[in-house]
């Protein structure tokens, strides 16, 4: 199980429900799956598809798109520019990267987060997935294989 210390939580994925959040490792970064008592129920290594849902937890924690997280593991600004710069130094597609760059920019800037959530935004090329329905996919998909 993931040491509490290391899993910062984005949000409810519905009230009273789930949530989403993300976990630091030595592989990067991992999106982690709570139930809807707080405690950590899906933790697991990053899958390449994961990363436009780490985008998506960075959007939602931004746009303030989701219900409070447990207050035990709640992420915070630092938390989420650690991930951006972690994003953007990774980023094979340089015009991605340099759009994550921008994100980060306005994090360290202090920017109102619906700014960061639609910077974060634009790194996503297939502009028709919502962030939050990409994230209930992803916990979905990770629960049906449990």
């Known amino acids: 199980m993931a040491e509490r210390e290391s899993i910062s ?6 009230v009273d429900g789930a949530w989403v959040g993300l976990r630091h490792s030595a592989g ?5 799956f709570g139930a809807p008592d707080g405690t950590v129920s899906s933790v697991t290594p990053a899958e390449p598809l994961d990363r436009p849902a780490l985008v998506a937890a960075a959007i ?7 219900a409070d997280p447990p207050a035990a593991y709640e992420a915070t600004q630092a938390d989420l520019a650690a991930l951006i710069a972690w994003l953007a130094e990774t980023e094979p597609d340089a015009q991605a990267a340099a ?7 306005a994090v360290d800037d202090g920017l109102p987060g ?27 998909a990770r629960m049906a294989r449990q």
């Open 9 to 14: 939580a984005v949000g409810r994925l519905t």
């Open 28 to 32: 990067g970064w991992d999106l982690v």
């Open 60 to 66: 939602a924690y931004f746009s303030e798109a989701l």
């Open 99 to 105: 759009r994550l760059r921008d994100a980060l920019e």
């Open 114 to 140: 619906d700014a960061v959530a639609s910077r974060l935004a634009a790194v996503n090329t297939n502009e028709q997935v919502d962030p939050i329905d990409l994230l209930i996919q992803v916990h979905q």
